[in-house]
């Protein structure tokens, strides 16, 4: 099985070759046959990769220690579900996972576009086909998965991480590689809408549903991490900007800014050059994000082992940045990526975008910095620093403020040229809104102007969308009014959303967005922690909490031994739950690794760590009470809900697509 | 019952000691926190912070200031403490705000105004270049059609406007 699966992904190396050259040919001589080849030979790349990577798991299955991998990421005891999910768990293993995920999206862009976008797909197909060479180049030459032990294969393997053996952390980097992955496509038509000189918008509509896919994914594999973090790090925070935390947030950053700016181009041809840099440089970041956790250049607890893999990257990086900027400037001397219309008044939504552009990636830009810094300083002065939460949370914050409240201007503005007249009265009711939630959120006992301030910010952004829903609903009744019976006005929200998606499914995003930043001042501003150390019958007392030690326990399970604690909890003199931190010894771990116990409500968490425990029976336990913290997680399941929407097509939409396919079909 | 098992429990005796023969001033969680929000764990885990990071490096650091602190140290001299047991200051969370590691402060906020201002200055000239080419079709408009004042027109295409969004 091992044999198979490294033959196969020399196979798949040959025919991604193969598919990259007589792309790049097909695409030169404009000729359909080669570009059909070039086509097929994806998808064999697809099968191979899906070949090798099913004989990596069944090894991984089997315990197979002769293969270095499975050695080196599984033991006998792994419970079998960790034992598949070691696919990810380790360098080589997650790089041939990344490889899978870009060969199955190569092949179904593929078959989407088998008649349409004839004149993009040869150099779509050379610059995928491009990216998966470069992946499997690495795993054939760098980081082969398939390596074996001969002789030295041990008797058991080392196992995997225990911080990685969590359902949170089983879910997370999946979702982040297609994130990561699912950026190539968008760049990938870009890419080739520069290479072949077909610099109409059709690319951008092509992908758009791609470049949502891909932020969903990528949106919803930050909140797991989040969310991972928070349970099984046992410090009571959820981000802690870490190097490889801020390698997948940089991404995020610059695609959401493109998801902004192609609105301007669609609606007005405007922003084409800045488009094509965005999906550049977010697919670059999504690389750089690669190489951050994989190259060792700057440590973290996620990262993978230090390796030479980190040349190979910014290698690629340059190169494909170079490729990408080489094409983009000489369309720029053709005039081909002028704008159609001008920016026709500063006081506009277009330049309101530009703003909101700005703050995002100043934001990356202050991320990327910070993270980048210890290496620049060590290699420009030979000094080591660090650079950690401090400097994170003071530039970010007001960075973030700022575009919160871009986010609640920004709809007011109307597009071409906003009346001032007009600004204000969209901007009264909401600015109300801000205002009181000032002496609300102070009467809830918030104090600080930072705290303040940003509640208030949310409540304007909050009011900024109930007005446009409003505004909308009621202007739908109106015309409704006219020439029909009244709509009612649950109705008219409901198909003013529908009719709309993007629009409205976007405010719906913006909601989420606003829930997040509640839970995160929150969390940030108003946790209260303090240990304890308390012998069994003791009772401590924190905030309306108070929670009684009753007993003290070990267990073991197959991989582990468990020391674990039962502390009653009680709020007014109400028994909510009995509690149960522990701390885990694997035989394979070095540290003990921390299980916390949470008790989550809509107002804030009950979290309790197990510090310690004596001969007499006294346990330290470290409490913390997190407010709002679930509100991070229900934003982040709304902003989810929100880009779904938006994704889904509406009735008419999906009558018009099939028309269009039956047509397409007709005509081929 | 294994030996890490034995270890973790004989460390936390340890450490529990020191904490509790500990005598001095009276030190409050906050000073501790304030503490050891900047200062990097050194258990390798990358740059999390003292109080971010669980470990028992983490936890033994945090006696280590908790028993400075109620020394009557302060928390410079605790920081160097630190530094000069270093021997560098990556066992600072963030550098200095002096020298080259301004750079690392200024950079962003340099680089987002620097472009704010590009920005604004673009979006500015964009839109005198569209005032004037306008101001030139109404123009031509008004000579070729004296009595069709194209004004009239952007009146009511204003006026349309200023209704929708």
Known sequence: ?668 | MRPRFVLFVALYLVLAGVASTAQGQNVTREQVKAITSNLVCLCGCGNKTVSVCGCSTADATTREVEQMLREGKTADQIFAHYVNARGDISVLAAPPKKGFNLLVWVLPFLGIFVAGIFLVAKARHWQADTDKREATLTAESARANPSDSADVYRERLTKELEKID
């Open chain 1, 1 to 668: 099985m091992n044999d198979f699966g490294f033959y196969c992904l020399t196979a798949a190396l040959l025919v991604s070759l193969y598919a990259f050259l007589v792309s790049i040919l097909a695409g030169k001589k404009v000729n359909p046959i080669l570009a059909q080849s070039g086509e097929n030979a994806i998808i064999s790349s697809f099968v191979l990769v899906a070949l090798a990577s099913a004989s990596l798991i069944s090894l991984l299955i089997q315990s197979d220690f002769n293969n270095e991998y499975v050695a080196s990421y599984t033991s006998l005891d792994l419970p079998r579900a960790y034992k598949i999910t070691a696919f990810w768990g380790g360098q080589t293993g997650s790089l041939l996972f990344w490889t899978l995920i870009l060969t199955v999206f190569s092949t179904i862009v593929v078959f989407q576009n088998q008649t349409k976008n004839r004149e993009l797909m040869a150099y779509v197909c050379a610059v995928l086909a491009s990216v998966e060479l470069f992946f499997l180049s690495v795993l054939t030459f760098v980081a082969p998965p398939f390596a074996t032990l001969g002789a030295q294969r041990p008797a058991d393997g080392s196992g995997l991480n225990p911080l990685l053996q969590n359902y949170w952390m089983v879910i997370h980097p999946p979702h982040l590689y297609l994130g990561f992955v699912g950026f190539t496509v968008p760049f990938a038509f870009g890419l080739a809408a520069l290479i072949s000189n077909n610099l109409n918008p059709v690319w951008i509509k092509t992908t758009r549903r791609w470049t949502l896919v891909a932020w969903l994914f990528l949106t919803a594999g930050i909140f797991m991490g989040a969310h991972w973090a928070y349970l099984e790090l046992g410090w009571g925070g959820y981000w802690a900007w870490d190097p490889v935390e801020n390698a997948s947030f940089m991404p995020w950053l610059f695609g959401t800014a493109f998801l902004h700016s192609v609105m301007i181009q669609e609606k007005k041809g405007m922003l084409k050059v800045w488009n094509l840099v965005l999906i550049v440089m977010t697919f670059e970041m999504c690389m750089f994000g690669t190489f951050l956790t994989r190259s060792g250049v700057v440590s973290s607890v996620h990262s993978f082992a230090q390796s030479n893999i980190g040349s190979f990257f910014v290698t690629f990086i340059g190169l494909s940045l170079a490729i990408s900027l080489y094409f983009l400037f000489r369309r720029l001397q053709t005039r081909q990526l002028d704008p159609e219309q001008r920016l026709t008044a500063f006081f506009s939504r277009e330049s309101s975008f530009l703003f909101n552009n700005l703050l995002f990636l100043g934001i990356a830009f202050a991320i990327f910095w910070g993270t980048v810094f210890p290496i620049v300083s060590e290699a420009v002065r030979g000094v080591k620093v660090s650079v950690s939460l401090p400097f994170f949370n003071n530039v970010t914050l007001p960075l973030a403020f700022a575009l919160l409240v871009l986010t609640g201007v920004c709809p007011l503005i109307a597009w071409r040229k906003a009346s001032v007249k007009n600004f204000k009265r969209n901007f009264l009711y909401p600015l109300i809104a801000g205002i009181l939630a000032i002496p609300v959120v102070m009467a809830w006992g918030v104090r600080g102007l930072v705290p303040v301030a940003f509640f208030c910010a949310c409540a304007f952004v909050f009011a900024t969308v109930v007005w446009e829903f409003w505004k909308g609903a009621r202007a739908r009744q109106a015309a409704k009014l006219e020439n029909e019976q009244p709509e009612p006005f649950y109705h008219a929200v409901y198909m003013l959303a529908t009719t709309n998606k993007r629009r409205y499914g976007g405010f719906i995003i913006h909601v989420g967005v606003v829930i997040v930043f509640v839970g995160i001042i929150a969390s940030s501003f108003f946790r209260t922690e303090q240990d304890f150390v308390l012998k069994p019958g003791e009772t401590g007392k924190l905030k309306s909490y108070t929670f009684t030690y009753k007993s003290f326990g070990q267990r073991r399970q197959e991989n582990k031994d468990i020391a674990l604690a039962r502390v009653d909890l009680f709020k007014n003199g109400k028994k909510l739950a009995t509690m149960r931190p522990e701390k885990h010894f694997h035989f394979k771990g070095e540290q003990p690794q921390t299980e916390v116990d949470i008790l989550s409500q809509f107002d804030e968490d009950f979290y309790i760590v197990l510090v310690g425990w004596d001969d007499a029976d006294a346990a330290t336990f470290k409490i913390y009470i997190n407010p709002m913290v679930s509100w991070i997680w229900f934003g982040g399941f709304v902003i989810a809900l929100g880009t779904l929407f938006v994704m889904v097509p509406n009735r008419q939409r999906r009558a018009l697509a099939r028309t269009m396919r039956q047509v397409e079909r007709h005509a081929a």
